[in-house]
Antibody
Framework: EVQLVESGGGLVKPGRSLRLSCTASGFTFGDYAMSWFRQAPGKGLEWVGF??????????EYAASVKGRFTISRDDSKSIAYLQMNSLKTEDTAVYYC??????????????WGQGTLVTVSS | DIQMTQSPSSLSASVGDRVTITCRASQSISSYLNWYQQKPGKAPKLLIY???SLQSGVPSRFSGSGSGTDFTLTISSLQPEDFATYYCQQSYSTPPTFGPGTKVDIK
């Protein structure tokens, strides 16, 4: 059974940093791209970024709203994806989800989601 | 970025009703369109990918259609567990973008 478990959320002051982890099980982690999303309270879904599998260079893409502040990485030996968030702003407050990217490079979708972890940025 | 819109933004329906939700893209996205269901306090769940392919384990009362800019999610006979918010999402180009959601509640 595919499982994704996020951790590392919490309350942080503006300008500070936080690192989220996404621990995967039930599939060969290294074969898949992984993505992060967020959902502000009462709002819709916003893509944060993704990291490709090593087979596709392990490269990353980011939303404009977080580019330069957030970094996604992966440790295939531990089946963990990370989201390093720096220079946090109050508008980064949201539930953060990690997802597995299914399908193909051409036709992809987000087929498994973690339960989410809440990040609150407030002074 | 490709903008996604959905209609209606909310609807009230009864168990057994046929429900149709529409999603429109700001430019042609071929069939690179996915649908998700989200219940309060829960993570989204993939229902339909590539416009019309049913994700494994999803009941057959859910179906998707469309291509280009206009897409539809249909629930053939609404069940109590289907009351939720539904989102469409395009995977034609980066960044992947979502519609604002359609909330389906009980009439």
């Amino acid at each position: 059974e595919v499982q994704l478990v996020e951790s590392g959320g919490g309350l942080v002051k503006p300008g500070r940093s936080l690192r989220l982890s996404c621990t995967a099980s039930g599939f060969t982690f290294g074969d898949y791209a992984m993505s992060w999303f967020r959902q502000a309270p009462g709002k819709g879904l916003e893509w944060v970024g993704f990291i490709r599998s090593k087979a596709y260079g392990g490269t990353t893409e980011y939303a404009a709203s977080v580019k330069g502040r957030f970094t996604i990485s992966r440790d295939d030996s531990k089946s963990i994806a990370y989201l390093q968030m720096n220079s946090l702003k109050t508008e980064d407050t949201a539930v953060y989800y990690c997802t597995r990217v299914g399908g193909t490079v051409v036709t992809y979708y987000f087929d498994y989601w973690g339960q989410g972890t809440l990040v609150t940025v407030s002074s | 970025d490709i903008q996604m819109t959905q209609s209606p933004s909310s609807l009230s329906a009864s168990v057994g009703d046929r429900v149709t939700i529409t999603c429109r893209a700001s430019q042609s996205i071929s069939s690179y369109l996915n649908w998700y269901q989200q219940k309060p306090g829960k993570a989204p769940k993939l229902l339909i990918y590539a416009a019309s392919s049913l994700q494994s384990g999803v009941p057959s009362r859910f179906s998707g259609s469309g291509s280009g800019t206009d897409f539809t999610l249909t629930i053939s006979s609404l069940q109590p567990e289907d009351f939720a918010t539904y989102y469409c999402q395009q995977s034609y180009s980066t960044p992947p973008t979502f519609g604002p959601g359609t909330k389906v509640d009980i009439k």
